[in-house]
């Protein structure tokens, strides 16, 4: 499926979830653009996060590969898991954060 493609499913169903929300769930237009900017703020911590997970993740493996005789590789930080745990971990701390 090409990117363009994926970019209209992705416009159609935020324009619908827009739709759904104001006419039928009665939320104010007028704060969308806080969420947005909240979003945004959890999207940069989610890349601050990622950025830590891969720093301490490649310290971790080239200090095993020092002390020990093993071959270690740091392909398995590229996996999207990791990149999913990140946003995960900036979505509870903004969580967190709002709660207080």
């Known amino acids: 499926m090409g990117s363009l493609a994926l970019i ?6 935020s324009v619908a979830a827009y739709l ?3 006419q039928r769930l009665g ?11 909240e979003t945004l703020e ?7 996060f990622l950025a830590g997970n891969l720093a301490v993740g490649g310290a971790f493996i080239f200090g095993l590969r020092i002390f020990s005789d093993r071959f270690i590789s740091v392909y398995g930080l590229g996996d999207i898991a990791l ?8 979505i509870v701390l903004q969580s967190w954060r709002r709660s207080r």
Not at 8 to 13: C, D, F, M, P, R
Not at 27 to 37: K, N, R, S, Y
Not at 42 to 48: D, K, P, Q
């Open 83 to 90: 990149a999913l745990l990140s946003l995960l971990q900036a």
């Open 42 to 48: 959890c999207l940069g911590l989610a890349a601050m």
């Open 27 to 37: 939320w104010h237009p007028d704060t969308l653009p806080a969420a947005m900017g």
């Open 20 to 22: 759904v929300a104001t």
């Open 8 to 13: 209209g499913i992705v416009a159609l169903t």
